[in-house]
């Protein structure tokens, strides 16, 4: 599940406000099981005023909201996404992906998009994912 692409949709379907903030993602059910469905949580953040993380986002004592994407869902957010732009739904039509960050260079790495092989199209995806037309 492209989190990126399933954020999206949910800023959408429940109309969330532009300062609405994800953070948490959690996959169901646990224990290396196949994935049925992603639980996000998140909120419109308050900004911290003082202290070492000054400046950075907090949710402390703020309402959160879970939603909820499942597999079966998501696919039908991919199609949609797919018919809607000509994009590959993984790199969303960059057609690079990230390989590797480096957290002390701050350096990231990367690389062509495996699920389209590089190009960022829709037919790309395709070509590399089976997916009949
Ligand atoms: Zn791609």
Known sequence: MNLKLAEAYLRKAYSL???????KWECFPKAGRETLYVEFTGGVPKILKSGPRKGRKTLRGIPT????IST???QRIEAD???DTGNCPKCMGDGNEVSRI???SKE???RPCVKCNGTGTAAGFE???GVAK
């Open 17 to 23: 406000p532009e300062e609405f903030w994800f953070a």
């Open 65 to 68: 909201r879970t939603l909820i």
């Open 72 to 74: 079966a869902e998501y």
């Open 81 to 83: 996404y797919i018919a």
């Open 102 to 104: 480096d957290f002390v």
């Open 108 to 110: 990231t790495t990367w």
């Open 127 to 129: 070509a590399m994912n």
